[in-house]
């Protein structure tokens, strides 16, 4: 299993799988960049996909997939990091580092929101105890 | 010498990454024709992604190949020239365009093609940023209604 992240947005908290075993590069450089706090965007092509900068870039392409609903996929052209929240048609194969297992429900309908009002908040982090037992 | 001004560029970046920049306002005074503020929104985004998207693609180029640092000085350097003076100009963006011209400057100091990786791709995150930031002005569903 990889590490889990916990990502907060609205008032929804909701948890993430990292995909160490198939994005071990790309895993290794968003866990080293935590925590990520950004504002969301809306994709405007893509119906059901949110995203957000990131001050660097991530040069290596692992696990490219067609994105579905729960996957967090890193787009290196802007360097900005997508959650695709529901069922949509990607417009290609997005490098892919971790997947949404807990309250997806929440995670959609809070980015849902950001069509209309784009720039809300998001902060991503490791998990609790994942971060308690590396500073211990 | 380069590391002085890549660090004015980061710390500029910095400044703007979660802070509504200066900028942002002198844009919202902007009025296009008919006295509406719809176009100089749209086309400051238009202008700020285009070049954000050749510096991403100056970078990956750089990276993957062999290239002539000399000539990728040229066509980089004739870039931001241009950009610089269309966001200083008419759309307010001044600080942006203080900040493409340092990269201008700083273009003067490379030497290496890392040192180029660097600087385009520092220069990168702060357009792409100032990008995002002009997109959330725009209000994405309402055009979308209006298209419809």
């Known amino acids: ?136 | 010498m380069l590391e002085p001004i890549l660090e004015q560029i980061i710390a500029a970046r910095r400044s703007i990454w979660m802070n509504e920049p200066a900028d942002i306002a002198r844009l919202r005074t902007k009025r296009g024709a008919r006295n509406q503020g719809a176009t100089p929104l749209l086309y400051a985004t238009a202008k700020l992604g285009q070049l954000a998207v050749f510096l991403n693609h100056l970078r990956q180029v750089s990276r993957q190949h062999s290239v002539d640092l000399p000539t990728m000085r040229i066509i980089t350097d004739s870039l931001l020239e241009f950009y610089a003076n269309q966001y200083g100009g008419f759309y307010g963006l001044t600080d942006t365009a203080h900040v493409v011209r340092l990269g201008r400057e700083a273009l003067a100091h490379v030497q290496t093609l890392d040192e180029y990786v660097t600087l385009v791709g520092e220069l990168a995150l702060y357009v792409s940023r100032m990008d995002y930031w002009v997109d959330f002005l725009i209000p994405w569903a309402k055009f979308g209604q209006v298209c419809n």
């Not at chain 1, 995909?19 to 866990?31: F, G, H, K, Q, S």
């Not at chain 1, 706090?37 to 290596?60: M, N, S, W």
């Open chain 1, 1 to 136: 299993m990889g590490k889990e992240l916990t990502i907060l947005i609205g008032n929804e908290e909701c948890t993430a799988e990292m995909l160490n075993d198939v994005a071990p590069r790309m895993c290794e450089i968003i866990e080293r960049a935590l925590p990520l706090e950004g504002l969301l965007t809306h994709a405007k092509l893509v119906d059901r996909e949110v995203f957000f900068q990131v001050p660097f870039f991530i040069d290596e392409v692992e696990n490219p997939k067609w994105s579905e609903k729960g996957d967090l996929a890193f787009w290196n052209g802007r360097q900005s990091l997508c959650i695709f929240y529901d069922d949509c048609t990607p417009l290609g194969y997005t490098p892919t580092f971790a997947r949404v297992t807990q309250n997806l429900e929440g995670l959609a309908r809070e980015a849902a929101e950001v069509w209309e009002k784009p720039g809300k908040r998001i902060l991503i982090k490791a998990k609790e105890k994942w971060h308690a037992r590396a500073n211990s």
